[in-house]
């Protein structure tokens, strides 16, 4: 017995070793692929703070292109606020409007059965490969050509980024309710709560976290999005910050380009970080793992 259980030992030490060089080959990879996904963003975060005009020779630490350049920082210059201001709104709104309707999107196909469901659900599965330019110009030929209540500006730019990621709270709940079942709601209607009540007081409660994360990713990738807004704009009040920095980088940029782009990684950091904040409150009041770590992987 002993010795069965020495070369067990062995084995599991030798099974160990064998782990090891695999083990330090895939930390590798995951520093260099850190290293070469964050170390430009951390040079382009930095050159916002340069105090000359440089994109690439540091000058000195300064707030210039954020706030005392007279005419070219982000404060005074009324092109790059209302860039900014633009884009923020417009991933408040869609991000408002696109996670209810994903909700009762899901819920609806989760509980229909027929054609009509199974032809919606293909539709938000396509939406995932079909490219974003083509939905953006077949917007763009519908909105134009077509007679509809609004035309080019920023009721259309909502319209497309909502068409556009009503896929991502649809499959995220989804997902969701096929982990929860439907016992929880069929106990609540048993216990005498209405349809209404049981998918209120029971079922929303436990898709919280789908929720937040959908939310969350809906308003990041509004932040940045650049082809829908760019085809469905109508002139330079409808402007984002993706717009703005591609268009000013073929001329002479300035490292207000890096302050802009920086203040929109600042936004969709604090939309993680709250998300977060939240989510550790609801998985208190739950009693569920609250890590950081379980967050992410969530996410």
């Not at 259980?5 to 692929?33: D, E, Q, R």
């Not at 703070?49 to 440089?54: E, L």
């Not at 330019?133 to 609004?150: D, E, H, V």
């Not at 709601?185 to 216990?191: I, K, S, V, Y």
């Amino acid at each position: 017995m002993t010795s069965k259980i020495g070369m067990t030992s062995k084995i599991g030490m030798k099974s160990n070793k064998s782990m090891t060089p695999k083990a330090h080959g895939l930390a590798t990879i995951t520093v260099v692929y850190l290293l070469w996904a964050l170390v430009p963003v951390a040079i382009a975060v930095l050159f916002s703070f340069n105090a000359g005009r440089s994109r690439s020779v540091w000058q000195g630490f300064s707030l210039r292109w954020y706030t005392w350049d007279p005419n070219g920082s982000i404060l005074n210059d009324p092109s790059l606020r209302n860039a900014l201001l633009h884009t923020i709104l417009l991933a408040l709104i869609a991000t408002a409007i696109t996670v209810p309707l994903g909700v009762c999107l899901a819920l609806a196909l989760d509980r229909w059965r027929g054609r009509i469901p199974t032809g919606a659900n293909f539709a938000v599965l396509l939406s995932f490969v079909i490219p974003e330019i083509a939905l953006a110009i077949g917007l763009l030929f519908l909105i134009t050509m077509l007679t509809t209540p609004f035309g080019l500006g920023t009721t259309a730019q909502i319209v497309g980024l909502v068409t556009f990621q009503l896929s991502y709270p649809v499959v995220i709940v989804r997902a969701r309710l096929l982990t929860i079942g439907s016992q929880y709601e069929e106990a609540a209607r048993d216990l005498g709560a209405s349809a209404l009540g049981a998918v209120k007081r029971v079922l929303l409660p436990m898709l919280s976290p789908a929720i937040l994360v959908s939310a969350i990713l809906v308003f990041a990738d509004v932040l940045d999005n650049f082809v829908i807004v760019r085809y469905l704009s109508a002139d330079m009040s409808t402007e984002t910050t993706s717009m703005r920095i591609y268009s000013t980088a073929r001329a002479a940029p300035t490292p207000a380009l890096n302050a802009l782009a920086t203040l929109i990684l600042v936004a969709s950091l604090g939309a993680v970080i709250i998300g977060w904040l939240i989510y550790r409150r609801l998985g208190k009041n739950d009693g569920e793992d609250v890590s950081f770590g379980s967050f992410t992987g969530n996410v």
